[in-house]
């Protein structure tokens, strides 16, 4: 069985601040680890993803997330935000090696303000 | 390339009715996913198809909700009859099938928002 925590439903951040979206995940086997992000009127994209390669791992738009395997967590961050990133983030699990159900978290609506 | 798409984009019924929801993924994607988010909760994974077979349906809430897909293209998702609790967003997804145990990224429709009064 696998879970997601996303904790924060609402972040808000001015423009050029640090972003970090925290994830901490629940897996009974080594899994893969999934940030997706959703614009207003649109569909989610798919940011990054770890799949048991390299531990840090960086995505589009600057965004990056690290996979901390005695912490159970996959923390999305990006060194200076921009007010184009404001939208909804989800982290999400799944089982490797097949093409499995995601299982996400709550989300998390980042605001970015001037 | 399309991506995936979904119709209606948005969908207002009463409590009773019935509604059919359409997904058409990605050309060549044999793996189709529907997932709904209730407001304020997770997305939550309803089931998957491979080609026309389901694959996994064990996240289907009951037997109100009936998918197809029919020749292994677009999908559909039925339910009937609505209840209040059915309201919220519905995603497709669909992705290829890869060999080697390969990431099989999931690509997103925009959603079906569906209100039921």
């Known amino acids: 069985a696998q879970s997601v925590t996303q904790l924060g439903s609402h972040v808000s951040v001015s423009e050029g601040a640090l972003v970090l979206l925290r994830c901490n995940y629940s897996?009974?086997?080594?899994?893969?680890l999934f940030w997706y992000v959703q614009y207003p009127n649109q569909g989610l994209q798919l940011l990054l993803k770890?799949?048991?390669?390299?531990?840090l791992v960086k995505g589009i738009n600057g965004f990056e997330a690290e996979f901390k395997k005695s912490e159970t967590s996959f923390h999305l961050t990006k060194p200076s935000a921009h007010m184009s990133d404001a939208a909804e983030y989800f982290c999400?699990?799944?089982?490797?090696?097949?093409?499995?159900?995601?299982?996400f978290g709550t989300g998390t609506r980042l605001q970015v303000t001037l | 390339e399309a991506g995936v798409t979904q119709f209606p984009s948005h969908s207002v019924i009463e409590k009773g009715q019935t509604v059919t929801l359409r997904c058409d993924p990605i050309?060549?994607?044999?793996?189709l996913y529907w997932y709904r988010r209730v407001m304020g909760k997770e997305i939550k994974f309803l089931l998957h198809f491979v080609k026309e077979s389901k694959q996994d349906e064990s996240g289907m809430p009951n037997n109100r909700f009936l998918a197809e897909r029919t020749g292994g293209t677009y999908s559909t998702l039925k339910v009937q009859p609505a209840e209040l609790e059915d309201s919220g967003v519905y995603f497709c997804?669909?992705?290829?099938?890869?060999?080697?145990?390969?990431?099989?990224?999931?690509?997103f429709g925009p959603g079906t928002r569906l209100t039921v009064l």
């Open positions: 997804a669909s992705s290829t099938t890869q060999g080697g145990g390969g990431v099989n990224e999931q690509f």
């Open positions: 770890y799949t048991s390669a390299a531990t």
């Open positions: 999400a699990v799944r089982a490797p090696g097949t093409a499995s159900k995601l299982t």
């Open positions: 050309s060549g994607h044999d793996n």
């Open positions: 897996s009974s086997v080594p899994p893969y």
